[in-house]
């Protein structure tokens, strides 16, 4: 008897599947594996996932504010206790931010956007900042921790 497309079709899915279960375990190890050994890889495509799925970030992190809140309040406080580069950074951040005042009515450097603005600071060995926008401000970290591609504006912060 010989099968249709449609029949072999089905076989395979049902081997496929049989052997997905049999082998759940082995397989999913073997893919944390892959993760561990491949870091930049997944690093790269998680940075390019998040800024295609910006929207539906947002959305999930205005559902989960609260618990995020309170898990980054927990974060900051045991770094700042722990970690006294940490603490110096932090310590700049408030004083520029204090020197310098609200970003209202300013705007991204990149692209303009007046929302949602973050001071970026090049060095903490000065009280100098940029204004980013949240988008631009997560695609320059993304690329200076090796994770995105270079982009035009970061000229800018060159020198
Ligand atoms: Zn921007
Ligand atoms: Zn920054």
């Not at 072999?8 to 993760?35: C, F, G, M, V």
């Not at 790269?44 to 998040?50: G, L, Q």
């Not at 949240?134 to 035009?152: A, I, P, T, V």
């Amino acid at each position: 008897m010989v099968m249709t497309e449609k029949e072999k079709k089905a076989k395979q899915k049902i081997y496929n599947k049989n052997y997905y279960d049999a082998n759940r375990k082995r397989l999913i190890e073997k893919k944390s594996q892959w993760q561990k050994d491949n870091k930049d890889k997944v690093n790269v495509c998680s940075a390019r996932y998040k800024r295609k799925n910006d929207d539906k970030f947002k959305e999930y992190y205005q559902e989960h504010k609260g618990e995020y809140a309170k898990r980054q309040s927990k974060y900051q406080k045991d770094k700042l206790k722990n970690n006294p580069e940490y603490r110096r950074k932090f310590r700049l951040r408030q004083m520029s931010r204090q020197i310098s005042g609200s970003l209202k009515g300013k705007s991204c450097i990149n692209c303009n956007s007046t929302e949602d603005l973050h001071r970026h600071h090049p060095s903490y060995d000065s009280y100098d900042f940029i204004i980013l926008c949240r988008k631009c401000h997560q695609d320059l970290h993304d690329f200076l921790s090796g994770r995105g591609e270079y982009n035009e504006k970061y000229k800018a912060l060159e020198s």
